[in-house]
């Protein structure tokens, strides 16, 4: 009988092998969302969240008919909130940044909307589509979120002021 010894070396290789795979399973979801239907994307007990506390959003299409705060737990009940937002999402979203870690993605970017108003300007929204996939590459947990950037700019100012070079 052997008995196998397992080295912090290979604790942290083990650790960085399911890392690496998280990260391709997560890829493949966002790389082939277009080619999958909600079905494959959404896991059963998904929870999605839109918190779109924006006063543009609430004069812009599909996306004003959505509560500002909406919360829903299931494949069934996402999936008619999604569809009932996703051309609005899906025509005037644009990705700028995208960040992956493990079984999380964040996609960052803008969302120009459309005004339903009379005489009313388009305008553009930072937004955040936050997404948690399981091993299977189903989405388990989702955020749709228009972003305030004065707090995080604040920050940025704040650590910049602060900040001094190396003599």
């Known amino acids: 009988m052997q008995i196998a010894m397992t080295t912090g070396g290979d604790l942290r290789e083990m650790a960085a092998e399911d890392l690496a795979r998280a ?10 969302w277009s080619w999958m239907t909600w079905n494959q994307l959404l896991a059963d007990d998904v929870a999605l969240s839109l918190r779109l506390d924006a006063p543009a959003v609430k004069q812009a299409g599909a996306l004003g008919d959505v509560a500002r705060n909406l919360q829903v737990k299931g494949r069934e009940d996402a999936k008619r909130v999604l569809k009932s937002i996703y051309h609005d999402l899906s025509s005037g979203l644009s990705i700028t940044a995208e ?8 996609l960052l ?16 929204l930072p937004i955040v589509v936050y997404m948690a996939v399981n091993d299977e590459g189903q989405i388990e947990k989702m955020t749709i979120a228009t972003l305030d950037l004065h ?10 002021k602060g900040a001094t070079l190396a003599d």
């Open 23 to 32: 990260r391709e399973t997560v890829q493949r979801v966002l790389r082939d």
């Open 99 to 106: 960040i992956v870690s493990g079984h999380d993605a964040a």
């Open 109 to 124: 970017g803008n969302l120009a909307l459309s005004s339903t108003r009379e005489n009313a300007e388009a305008s553009s």
């Open 151 to 160: 707090p995080a700019t604040g920050a940025v100012l704040t650590a910049a």
